[in-house]
């Protein structure tokens, strides 16, 4: 949903007058009709707070839903795998409240040819170099070259691919993002912890709380 259909579907639904959501938000008439113009990308920090006041809901919500095509059922997934995805969205929703552009779903072409989809990347704002590669263990689409979907054993098998991607080291950090699958995963995670994997860029595993909003615990492999 973008800025401008999220902004007519609450006039719909409230039956606000434009007047009315401008006072609400304590942004000027012509302010709101640049955005129902569609001419305003995404929303200041304030009025995203000033969304969540009047929706009863926290500001990551109103950033997910402006910004992201959430998965439901209807995409035919499961319901694991809408947490899945919701996880690696409200994490990246967590970096733009923090001060970060995001962008979702970026493609990847590996040095043999393959395909890798990750959920996003973070570039800091008025720091075009500092940017963040969002990943995740159950999120992430990795396609060889003859169409076929690869799956992961082992986080060696998970970690390998970044090897292949020929712009990796642009990157300031790569973020593996998890949520309930934690338990699955910390045996390997205190395993590899311990050595000083040979990458350039930072290699973190995030333990993120979808609901909340928040980071858990972070696990720093490089």
């Known amino acids: ?27 000027t ?32 919500d109103i950033v997910q839903q402006i910004l992201c095509i959430i998965p439901t059922e209807k995409d035919g997934l499961t319901k694991q795998e ?27 072409t590996t040095l043999d040819g393959s395909e890798l989809i990750f959920p996003g990347i973070a570039t800091k704002k008025r720091e075009p170099n500092n940017k963040i590669l969002v990943d995740a263990f159950k999120s992430r689409s990795f396609i060889k070259s003859n169409g076929t979907p690869v799956k992961y054993d082992s986080l060696l098998d998970f970690l390998y691919p970044l090897f292949l991607i020929s ?6 950090r790569v973020d593996i993002v998890i949520g309930d699958e934690l338990e699955d995963i910390l045996p390997l995670v205190s395993l590899y912890s311990s050595h000083n994997l040979p990458f350039k860029f930072k290699l973190n595993i995030i333990h993120f709380d979808s609901l909340a909003g928040e980071i858990i615990s972070t696990y720093q492999l490089s």
């Open 82 to 108: 809408i947490n899945y995805i919701t996880t690696s969205q409200r994490y990246l929703c967590y970096l733009y409240l923090n001060g970060y552009n995001v962008e979702f779903n970026n493609h990847f």
């Open 1 to 27: 949903m973008s800025y401008q259909e999220y902004m007519q579907k609450l006039i719909d639904t409230t039956q606000f007058s434009i007047e009315a959501i401008a006072h609400s938000l304590d942004l």
């Open 29 to 60: 008439i012509p302010a709101v009709k640049k955005i129902l113009s569609g001419n305003v990308k995404n929303p200041s920090m304030q009025t995203i707070e000033k969304l969540a006041e009047m929706n009863n809901e926290k500001p990551i």
């Open 167 to 172: 712009s990796i080291n642009t990157f300031k």
